[in-house]
């Protein structure tokens, strides 16, 4: 255990330099106290290059960013992808989570002198079994390795698989060009920016809130009413962040949208900021996806050399940029205020709500936050109008939705449905369970989200029936079991999942998520109600709200320990 004071470690010349190479460019005006936010990219800086944190590059990141020794620790060995420990520069995070588990341990890895890590979802599940395999050094490289078809090892993206719905926000993926703005811009982009421009501010927002857009992460809050907070928030400035930290167990619709489709995001996430009066924004994508970020980087560099970012938006005086921020390992970053709390350079803890993001987000400032595939949404509902888009979908839930379809099925993928879509109709658009297995169970919404039976397959994939039916259609995971999975192993993986993510900060969700894994090994089925009504009514987050739903939902609809 290191000393959590400044010890006499000193930083050698090469992280010495990981620090300096970050903070060279630092935004600020040069105050130390104005610095802290760069602590996670300055942590990331050292792990890329050195392989690992050592205490004098932790002394040496705080005295540069005037944060405590004890504090930058905290906040180092709260992320997954960090070690405070030396480890071998070449790491292979293999995932253990629920698809990877039922496809079978990944077998064409080499990991000749490489560390082996266990992994939460890595968000590969239509690839499953999956791993990241990540090199420390002066070019540190990250890579996702998962079994590929014939057409990704050519490097030619794989089609999503589109259901019934015209093609809505996949309809790039594939076909346009991910790295070149021209390609995007010949495929109608900044269309969207120039309409939002000359309708101006309360008109984006006044067709947003009529197209009834609700936000996809699984919480579903309306998205034009956040904008129109904001956007009425009088404490300046204000800020607008993409949450592109999709890692919920079998959710990977925004890696997708983000490797194949880039621009529309950096867009979308303009006119978002247009609406709601934001000069400055982040999108903060997890660690996991090095594709994703790679991609986004070079959008935003490309949208800032072309106009569409900067000081004077494509020649119409708005005042815009967008910076990438990435996770660093931990689910629970998902959570808004979470994701706040590391931008800012603190250990990623949810924070109490109220004051909600919309009054006191980001630094404290009313802060618009939403998931790549809500925002991405925005395009079409300025171009079409409200009207237009809510033709798509049911009248209260309009618009299509991304299902990442996994597990037991023919054709892996992401599809993209019209809302009331049932979900017999998505898992047909699939292929169905190869032959000649059946349908177990689903998961729908993801580890938060429920397990269903194969009775359920006629439930339509609205808000609506989903909460009629005590179901959620959560971040859009539909994974399915056939007849040879242990369900019961399932859900000790999920429980493990929760009580690894649990921050620890309350005690139902710290504790509950620990109880909740034993009392599911033993068979404890009352303690198991018990647990998970104390997690539900008093955990601050979500993430202890709901580690007891998937648990809960498989006693009542698979029948398991019932004989
Ligand atoms: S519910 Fe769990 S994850 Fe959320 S704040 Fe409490 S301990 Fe942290």
Redesign the pocket.
């Known amino acids: 255990m290191p000393d959590l004071h400044f010890t006499s470690a000193t930083a050698t010349p090469q992280e010495r330099a990981a620090v300096d190479a970050v903070l060279e460019d630092a935004p600020g005006d040069g105050r130390r106290d104005e610095c802290r936010h760069m602590l996670l990219p300055v942590l990331h800086s050292i792990n890329d290059r050195i392989g690992w944190i050592s205490p004098g590059a932790l002394n040496y990141a705080g005295e540069r960013l005037d944060v405590a020794p004890a504090e930058a620790y905290g906040v180092a060995t709260f992320y997954a992808l960090f070690s405070t420990t030396p480890r071998a520069p070449r790491v292979v995070h293999v995932c253990d989570d629920i698809a990877c588990m039922v496809a079978g341990t990944p077998s064409q890895i080499d990991a000749k002198d490489a560390e082996i890590a266990r992994s939460p979802c890595l968000g590969l599940c239509d690839r499953a079994p999956a791993a990241l395999l990540i090199e420390a050094g002066d070019s540190p490289k990250a890579r996702q390795i998962a079994p590929v078809d014939a057409a990704l090892a050519n490097g030619v993206p794989a089609q999503p698989h589109v259901g019934g719905a015209p093609l809505g926000l996949l309809r790039r993926v594939g076909r346009v060009d991910p790295e070149s703005l021209d390609a995007y811009r010949a495929s109608g982009g900044y269309a969207a920016l120039a309409r939002a421009l000359d309708m101006g501010a309360e008109r984006v927002i006044a067709e947003v809130t009529a197209s009834k857009l609700f936000g996809r992460g699984g919480a579903a809050f309306p998205t034009g009413r956040k904008m129109e907070a904001v956007a009425r928030a009088p404490a300046r400035p204000h800020y607008v962040i993409c949450n592109a930290d999709e890692s919920e167990p079998g959710t990977f619709k925004d890696r997708v949208l983000m490797e194949h489709d880039p621009f529309a995001l950096v867009e979308a996430i303009t006119i978002a900021a247009y609406a709601a009066g934001c000069e400055r924004g982040f999108i903060y994508v997890r660690g996991e996806y090095p594709l994703a970020a790679a991609r986004l980087e070079n959008a935003i560099a490309q949208a800032r050399e072309h106009g569409q970012l900067g000081d004077d938006v494509m020649g119409r005086g708005m005042r815009f940029d967008v910076e990438l921020r990435r996770g660093a390992g931990a689910y629970?970053c998902g959570e808004e205020t979470a994701l706040f709390n590391s931008i800012e350079g603190k250990r990623g803890?949810?924070r109490n709500k109220p004051p909600f993001p919309v009054e006191a987000g980001l630094f404290g400032k009313p802060t618009l936050i939403n998931n790549v595939e809500t925002l991405a949404n925005l395009p079409s509902i300025v171009l079409d109008g409200a009207a237009e888009y809510a033709k798509i979908g049911t009248p209260e839930s309009t618009g299509t939705r991304l299902f990442c379809v996994s597990g037991a099925i023919s054709r892996a993928g992401v599809y993209e449905v019209a809302h009331g879509t049932t979900l017999g109709e998505l898992v047909e658009m699939a292929g169905g369970v190869p032959a000649p297995h059946c349908l177990r169970a689903i998961l729908l919404g993801g580890a938060a989200g429920c397990m269903l039976g194969p009775d359920a397959l006629s439930l339509p994939l609205s808000q609506e029936a989903a909460r009629a039916a005590s179901a959620t259609l959560g971040s859009g995971v539909a994974m399915l079991f056939d007849e040879r999975v242990d369900i019961a192993a399932i859900l000790r993986r999920i429980a493990r999942f929760f009580r690894d993510e649990?921050?620890?900060?309350?005690v139902p969700?710290?504790v509950g998520t620990v109880r909740q894994e034993e009392a599911l090994e033993r068979g404890d089925l009352i303690l198991l109600d018990e647990i998970g009504r104390v997690m539900r009514d008093a955990?601050?987050?979500g993430?202890?709200q709901t580690a007891a739903n998937v648990i809960a939902s498989a006693r009542s609809n698979l029948e398991i320990w019932s004989s």
């Open positions: 629970i803890e949810p649990s921050c620890g900060q309350c969700c710290r955990s601050i987050c993430l202890g």
